[in-house]
């Protein structure tokens, strides 16, 4: 077990205002494996000010030069991918696998696509007699989940640095041994001190204190929609922005004619990843009725064969969950799912054979969904897939928009016209088209309460400007 002390503040590695810790355990065994100092509203305060004392000097640097900066800390990331791969396999219980693949790896192309923006965005343009400045917001206050520890730092981090920003940033007290080693290599790639602070530490304590900060200009959150509502809250009281990537549930709508035993098998690859801890799975899968029980049984299949296991071993594709409270969570899900009706054809709410320690749960399917269940309705966050039947097209589209929620989606067709023609119907931030690739530049946020805002690409970087037209 390892003790971390200190705050990243300024350029430094400071003492934290008290001596009191956070634990971070294992999700594999339950063992705690290191703990960090719990920050408070003086370390906050602290961090905060440091930010906007650099906030002059870093706005005013060259895009050229910020754009050199990322570039040095995308290769810094780099050279500690085995590292941060390994990190968050330990605090996360994250498969190695695609620990490497994608926690560590993801985070550094996105990186670099921001040191790539940072040098060529249009951060001025002419309109008619006017000139339109595009300037950095501020002081940005990034809390961020512990699904993807990396990946949804660098989604907030590497924008706001681009866009000339300064930022406080508050981790998720599951995952705070990942932002640490982040605080090491902006450090060693030369990021001017106070540009960039870090401080750990529990999000009613610390990261209230940092969404109220008087200091913060924006405030940018992922996580759960619950929180996602309180944090606008304490920004709107000072009229301050925010962005939020909120929660989802996503749904694969499989059309008459396309490739079902393809369609099926991306959908239990999708809700597997990660132990189904992300926000964009695509956790309801529509079916046509003369479909359905096909697609049922190559769903139950599909997950038979992903039994859950050490997250460390080569081939494992699925493990725990992050916590004890996730995983009861999950399971409470489950038994709410068979006890309003839903038919379970894989896995189930008992731990797994063997796996009693740890914090596992069972891959299970539903079927005989309708869309009024629980299990229909809210994000579980968890290796739960719900199967959904529908009659025609226009019950699909009733069904797919029928959550509070709009991240993402998936559609299966035939031909990409029909797809296109039914993704066009649908109330979400992202379609995937016939299985269409992951794409870093493409916009990412949702419709409804699945946030405000837009991260990846462009317009990821757009968040974190504001706008000043001169007049000639």
Not at 9 to 21: E, K, L, M, V, Y
Not at 160 to 167: D, E, K, P, R, S
Not at 444 to 466: A, D, M, T, W
């Amino acid at each position: 077990m390892t003790a971390h002390d200190g705050m990243y503040i300024d350029g430094a590695w400071r003492p934290a205002a008290t001596a009191a810790t956070i634990e971070v355990r294992n999700p594999a065994d339950e063992r705690v494996i290191a703990t960090v100092p719990a920050g408070t509203a003086e370390d906050i305060d602290a961090a905060v000010r440091a930010a906007r004392a650099a906030l002059p000097a870093w706005r005013a640097t060259a895009p050229a030069e910020r754009a050199a900066r990322l570039t040095a800390l995308r290769d810094r990331l780099a050279a500690r991918a085995d590292e941060i791969a390994a990190t968050i396999t330990a605090e996360l219980g994250c498969p190695t696998s695609f620990s490497t693949r994608v926690q560590a790896a993801l985070p550094i192309a996105v990186t670099g696509s921001y040191a790539e923006l940072a040098a060529s965005y249009a951060f001025e343009e002419k309109l008619g007699n006017s000139t339109v400045l595009h300037e950095p917001v501020g002081v940005v206050g990034a809390i961020t989940p512990w699904n993807y520890p990396l990946h949804q730092i660098t989604n907030k981090v590497a924008p706001a640095l681009a866009a000339g920003c300064t930022v406080v940033l508050k981790p998720a007290e599951d995952t705070p041994l990942t932002a640490r080693l982040f605080a090491e290599c902006v450090d060693a790639a030369g990021i001017p001190a106070g540009v960039f602070n870090l401080v750990t530490g529990l999000g009613t304590v610390a990261g209230q204190a940092l969404a109220e900060h008087e200091g913060v200009d924006l405030v940018s959150f992922t996580g759960s929609t619950a929180v996602g509502k309180k944090i606008g809250a304490l920004a709107g009281g000072a009229v301050k922005r925010v962005a939020l990537e909120l929660g989802g549930k996503s749904a694969n709508v499989i059309l008459p004619g396309a490739d079902l035993a393809k369609a099926v098998g991306v959908n239990v690859a999708d809700v597997i990843r990660n132990a189904g801890q992300s926000c964009n799975a695509l956790t309801r899968m529509l079916v046509h009725a003369d479909q359905y029980d096909e697609a049922v049984a190559l769903a139950a299949q599909g997950f038979a064969a992903c039994a859950p296991g050490d997250p460390t071993a080569p081939e494992t594709r699925l493990g725990p969950v992050v916590n004890a409270r996730q995983r009861d969570r999950v399971r409470g899900f489950i038994a709410q799912g068979v006890k309003e009706g839903a038919r379970l054809v894989a896995g189930g709410e008992d731990a797994p054979e063997g796996l009693e320690l740890g914090y596992y749960v069972r891959p299970t399917v539903f079927a005989d969904v309708t869309p009024d269940m629980t299990i229909a309705q809210e994000e579980i966050f968890g290796p739960v897939l719900s199967v959904l039947r529908y009659e025609d097209e226009a019950e699909a589209v009733r069904i797919a928009n029928g959550t509070v929620y709009g991240l993402a989606g998936a559609v299966w067709a035939a031909d990409e016209q029909t797809a296109v023609a039914f993704a066009r119907r649908l109330d979400t931030g992202q379609v995937d088209i016939n299985g269409g690739r992951f794409n870093l530049l493409a916009p990412f946020g949702g419709y409804k309460q699945s946030g405000v805002g837009r991260e990846l690409g462009p317009h990821g970087l757009s968040e974190y400007l504001q706008t000043k037209s001169l007049q000639f």
